[in-house]
T-cell receptor
Framework: DGGITQSPKYLFRKEGQNVTLSCEQN?????MYWYRQDPGQGLRLIYY???????QKGDIAEGYSVSREKKESFPLTVTSAQKNPTAFYLC???FGQGGGVGTEAFFGQGTRLTVV | RKEVEQDPGPFNVPEGATVAFNCTYS??????FFWYRQDCRKEPKLLMS???SGNEDGRFTAQLNRASQYISLLIRDSKLSDSATYLC???????????FGKGTRLHILP
C-alpha cells in the first residue's frame, strides 16, 4: 500500500542530544514537508523540499536540519540548538508543482518528541 | 497580516445544526485550497479540496472567494462525529509552500 511513514511514533531525548526523525514515502511525491505542532496550536512549517538535493527553510527552521538525498526520504534532525523541542512533529508529501494545481498533501502519523 | 487566518473557536453547536467557518489568506497568487480535519492527537486528513466554482460532498460545502481572499466550509446536519479541529490550508503553488491555518475547533453537542 502506498503511504507516508514516520518513525518512531514516540521519542524521548535527553537535553543536549541530537535526534533524527524518519519520514519515508512511496507515493512518488516530489515535495516533502516537516511541521511542528504544539498542544492546542496549529502547524508551523520547519523545512520543505521540492526536489531531491534541495530544501528550503520554513518559518521555524532554527535548531533543525534536514537532508533530501533520496526522493522517498526526508529525515529531520532536531539539534541541541533547538531550545524547546518537545512537540508533535508531522511529515507530509505531495506532487508539488509537477502535479498541477490542486495537489493535496498526505501526512504521516507523526512523532511525539519529549525532552527529558 | 498572517498568511492564513482562522477563528480558533471553539464553536459549540447542537447536533443537527448547520455551522460555517471562514478562513482568510494573504497571498493573492495562491492557487490551491483545502480543508483538513484533525482529530485529537492524530495527523490531519484531507476533508475536501476547494475549487473556484465551489464544491459539495454530502453534508459539506466548500467555497472560494478570490476577490475577498477567503474560503469557507459549511457543515449541514452536524453529527457528533464531526467534532474535530478543521484546518484551512493554502498551497502557494509558486514555491510549493503549504501554509496551514491554526485551525477551528468544533464541538457538536448532543
Amino acid at each position: 500500500d502506498g503511504g507516508i511513514t514516520q518513525s518512531p511514533k514516540y521519542l524521548f531525548r535527553k537535553e543536549g542530544q541530537n535526534v533524527t526523525l524518519s519520514c519515508e514515502q512511496n507515493l512518488n511525491h516530489d515535495a516533502m514537508y516537516w511541521y511542528r505542532q504544539d498542544p492546542g496550536q496549529g502547524l508551523r512549517l520547519i523545512y520543505y523540499s521540492q526536489i531531491v538535493n534541495d530544501f528550503q527553510k520554513g518559518d521555524i527552521a532554527e535548531g533543525y536540519s534536514v537532508s533530501r538525498e533520496k526522493k522517498e526520504s526526508f529525515p529531520l534532525t532536531v539539534t541541541s540548538a533547538q531550545k524547546n523541542p518537545t512537540a508533535f512533529y508531522l511529515c507530509a508529501s505531495n506532487f508539488g508543482q509537477g502535479g498541477g494545481v490542486g495537489t493535496e498533501a498526505f501526512f504521516g502519523q507523526g512523532t511525539r518528541l519529549t525532552v527529558v | 497580516r498572517k498568511e492564513v487566518e482562522q477563528d480558533p473557536g471553539p464553536f459549540n453547536v447542537p447536533e443537527g445544526a448547520t455551522v460555517a467557518f471562514n478562513c482568510t489568506y494573504s497571498n493573492s497568487a495562491s492557487q490551491s485550497f483545502f480543508w483538513y480535519r484533525q482529530d485529537c492527537r492524530k495527523e490531519p486528513k484531507l476533508l475536501m479540496s476547494v475549487y473556484s466554482s465551489g464544491n459539495e460532498d454530502g453534508r459539506f460545502t466548500a467555497q472560494l472567494n478570490r476577490a475577498s481572499q477567503y474560503i469557507s466550509l459549511l457543515i449541514r446536519d452536524s453529527k457528533l462525529s464531526d467534532s474535530a479541529t478543521y484546518l484551512c490550508v493554502v498551497n502557494q503553488n509558486r514555491d510549493d509552500k503549504i501554509i496551514f491555518g491554526k485551525g477551528t475547533r468544533l464541538h457538536i453537542l448532543p
